[in-house]
């Protein structure tokens, strides 16, 4: 049960990352005319018929999104647990008990500890997911779930399965963002997590497509993958649940490395 849960977290956790682009997403599609609509779903007939690649659909002039007129990101939040404790409905025993933490914004930690210690259900309750039954955990002074309503572009999660859609590794890289990446920033990205080398093999570099669960990569070209897009967001909060599980050391420690000089600020 409890790693049904900590997997339901980690899913959740990444509707925060994506979370802006659906709601333009849902935008556009609202605002759209029926004979547009209609065009739309034709087109993505033609797409899936031709296999993985682009849809040749024209441009269409959506403006800015809602969420691409949010002030930019500002600084890392001030996160503080007081007295917080869980527990599951029916279960005696607390998952959490009593836990205070004082993390000043701009602050790195890790939380570690054996399976069944807490840490999956810890990483609920500070993105949302769930209320603790005792106790507080506030962001900048709200509750967890009120922060992110009033912040969505605010945190960056990376969970221990990547996520990656089916599109090229610079759509791959850009999802969730407003606006386009600089050149010069998805190849530092990529450097940061020692996939440059490997995408300037593959034909059209940034611009070869994968399928949906990322056909063709290795498990740790997925996750670090799914690392350079978060460090692409530059969010305020930076969420990375057991992001090495797949990376040899030496893209371990470029990861590390790549933290703690505040790249992903």
């Known amino acids: 049960l409890e790693q049904r849960l900590g997997n339901g977290s980690n899913l959740l956790g990444e509707l925060f990352t994506y979370r802006p682009q659906f709601e333009a997403t849902l935008e556009l599609v609202t ?16 797409f899936s018929l031709r296999g993985p690649g682009r849809a040749n659909v024209p441009p269409r002039d959506q403006g800015n999104p809602p969420s691409a007129r949010r002030e ?4 890392p939040p001030h996160i ?3 007295g917080i404790g869980f527990s599951w409905p029916g279960r005696p025993e607390p998952v959490i008990s009593d836990l205070s933490l004082d993390i000043p914004a701009g602050t790195q930690i890790g939380i570690v500890g054996p399976n069944g210690a807490g840490k999956s ?3 609920g309750i500070l993105l949302g997911i769930y209320a603790p039954t005792r106790g507080r955990l506030a962001i900048d002074g709200l509750d967890a779930a009120r922060y992110f309503d009033r912040n969505p572009d605010a945190i960056a999660y990376v969970g ?20 386009a990446p600089s050149e010069d920033s998805v190849r530092q990205a990529l450097r940061t997590v020692h996939l440059d080398a490997f995408v300037d093999t593959l034909p059209g570099g940034t611009g070869y497509v994968i399928r949906e ?13 799914t690392i350079a897009r978060a460090f692409l967001r ?12 797949n990376l040899d050391e030496p893209t371990e420690a470029a990861v590390r490395e790549a933290i703690a000089g505040n790249l992903c600020r």
Do not use: M, W
């Open 72 to 75: 930019k990101q500002g600084r």
């Open 160 to 179: 221990p399965e990547p996520y990656l859609i089916q599109g090229s590794i610079l759509d791959n890289l850009a999802y969730g963002l407003h606006e």
């Open 80 to 82: 503080r647990c007081e």
């Open 121 to 123: 259900t810890l990483l």
């Open 234 to 245: 530059q969010p305020r909060l930076l969420v990375l649940d057991e992001p090495s599980a």
């Open 213 to 225: 669960d990322g056909h063709g990569l290795s498990s740790g070209q997925k996750q670090r993958l």
């Open 31 to 46: 605002s759209l005319e029926p004979r547009e609509l209609d065009a739309a779903f034709e087109a993505e007939r033609h």
